[in-house]
């Protein structure tokens, strides 16, 4: 893959770049993502937005910026976001892949920046290139400036285990994808409509391609109470990912690799108790019950420890304000609970 870039921003040669947009219900905020494409110093080569079924006036708002800029408006049925982005990309002709949420915004230099590790000779394939990125909120005032510096994560990524052992924080939209990496793993998964992104990626790198990481805030990423990151849709897809990453990675006894005790109960107990805490706290006893059931699934795959502080708490945890009035009183696993609790 070759190409250069001019003084002014302008690319010759290849790669092209197709900027995609999944659309549902964004009327708020698309006008704003597709204004940051705009304003790019290195211009998409095709700017698609895939309207997934939406009930509000978004897509009549990228109809209307349509007619002034270079906009492909695709419509389907709604199918979640990880079909809207896959018909996105098939639609497209180019070779490298901008994801853009609808609620997000990339910097004047977002694109511009990403595209050079695809520009520089490499004896492994790129598959993807990503940055870190600026939180804002609801309103879209600053919260924090770079802050997957605030996280202890792997960056570039480099091992399986650390794709595991935590959420890998690779945003689609902070991310520029090769064609052939995604279409080589199949594209997103259709069935989750939550961890789907960090489902790609990690599939990207086990397919062996390269990846890239510009530790600089290129994306305003959007994070407030009732976008889809909190969502009851969002909870069920995590478990859903958590079964698919148990039948992928079964324990190998031989080597000393035990996936679901040393990686992926750890990492998703503490979401799940959060996840049963909000629920405890709104008054919700499907969404209570149910996650129980999802603690005592993972803790059955945590280490002995975990095991049995659970096996302890479980049957309490069942009665509405226990767990606050037991948890302090309870020596030895108040300081554990309380840290998961946070």
Known sequence: MSGSLTRNGSRRGNPRIAA??????????????????????????????????????????????????????????????????????????CELIALLDQDDIWYPNHLEQLVRPFLMPTDREVGWVYSNLDEIDEAGRLIARSCLRFLPLPNPKRDLFGCLAMDMFVLPSASLVSRKAFEAVGGFDETLSGYEDDDLFRRIFLAGFENHYIDEGLTRWRIYSSSSSYSARMAESRMRYFRKLLAEFPDDPRRDRFFARDFLAPRFFPALVREYTYALRYGDRTAVRTALDNLRFVARRHKWKQ?????????????PLLPRTLLPVMPGVSPFMRKLLR
């Open 307 to 319: 095991r049995m502080v659970m096996s302890l708490l479980l049957p309490f945890l069942r009665v």
């Open 20 to 93: 995609v947009i999944p659309l549902y219900n964004g009327a708020p905020y698309i006008n704003e993502a597709l204004q940051s494409i705009f304003a790019q110093r290195l211009q998409p080569d095709e700017i698609i937005v895939v309207d997934d079924g939406s009930t509000d006036n978004g897509p009549q708002i990228v109809a209307e910026l349509a007619t002034r800029h270079p906009v492909r408006l695709l419509r389907k049925e709604n199918g979640g976001q990880s079909a809207a982005r896959n018909y996105g990309v098939a639609q497209s002709t």
